[in-house]
């Protein structure tokens, strides 16, 4: 009998005498809980316990980002936070000072990671992006879309992949429409050679006149000239629009090539160049029609 009582007492005193728990059952509960955890920890620990219990009462860094969000919402009020800050204060519930402290710890620790997860993320998408854009306006359709679809891979990026793939299916459409149409816009009159001019003498010319011979109107034709040397070696391009309309030119001659028309210049008129080529062979040049734009 005498045993049983030792025992009993023994459990009794361990209890009363063992490490204080934090108790969130209620406000008071928690502050007198909270004042004998800070006791019983040494007071080198003092500053970190008070930062653990911030943290947890906030939800940990998820948690701040939700309060931050709900307030710039205007979903917060003063019962709807204290609320809040009871029901996280339960993670810690029934845990000692140490162990706050260890969990504390594990979860700055998870945090770190989970940000620099994050920010690799936000860079892969970033580098995805920049990427996918740079093949498709250099017409690389196929590379584009093998990059929207590494991002669609990434959690962060499937809206941006959504619009990448959308965007990218329909310019290469366009490309393939355009660039079928474009044997359809034959180059009916090519000329390069020297001119003199009112500033300059013997300088690189040319004149083209084009023909749509489709069945669309056209806003745009771009006509690259490339120039050659003796031996027959391109040493310069040149881009020249015979057509183009445009709400900032004022000429009487931004007007569309419609089908069936043709563009043809004046009599002794030339696109001249600033760049004397003095290694250019007078008259080995070669035109062709590289871009278009139909009229909306």
């Not at 339960?90 to 945090?111: C, F, M, N, V």
Request: proline content about 2%.
């Amino acid at each position: 009998m005498k045993k049983i009582i030792l025992t009993c007492l023994v459990l009794v005193l361990a209890g009363c005498f063992g490490p204080a728990k934090f108790d969130s059952s209620s406000e008071a509960s928690i502050k007198e809980s909270t004042k004998k955890i800070v006791e019983s920890l040494p007071e080198a620990n003092h500053e970190e316990f008070q930062k653990a219990l911030m943290y947890f009462s906030i939800g940990g860094e998820g948690g701040l980002k939700a309060m931050m969000g709900a307030a710039f919402a205007g979903k917060s009020s003063d019962a709807t936070n204290e609320a809040m800050l009871a029901e996280n204060l339960k993670a810690i519930d029934g845990l000692t000072g140490e162990q706050i402290l260890e969990k504390y710890r594990s979860s700055l620790e998870q945090d770190r990671i989970k940000r620099e997860k994050e920010e690799a993320e936000r860079q892969k998408v970033k580098s995805l992006k920049k990427e996918a854009q740079e093949l498709l306006d250099s017409n690389k359709f196929e590379e584009a879309l093998s990059r929207y679809k590494a991002l669609s891979e990434i959690s962060s990026g499937v809206e941006a992949a959504e619009i990448g793939i959308e965007k990218t299916t329909k310019a290469m459409e366009e490309f393939t429409e355009k660039v079928s149409y474009m044997d359809k816009v034959e180059i009916t009159e090519f000329l390069a050679k020297r001119v003199d001019t009112y500033r300059k003498k013997e300088i690189p010319a040319v004149r083209i006149s084009l023909k749509n011979k489709g069945d669309r109107s056209l806003d745009k034709v771009k006509v690259v000239v490339y120039f050659k040397d003796k031996a027959g070696n391109t040493i310069f391009e040149e881009d020249f629009h015979p057509v183009l309309v445009s709400k900032y030119s004022f000429s009487g001659d931004n007007k569309p090539l419609k089908p069936g028309y043709v563009k043809e210049m004046e009599k002794d008129k030339f696109y001249t160049l600033e760049s004397a080529l003095s290694d250019w062979q007078e008259g080995k040049a070669t035109a062709k029609v590289v871009d278009i734009e139909f009229t909306k």
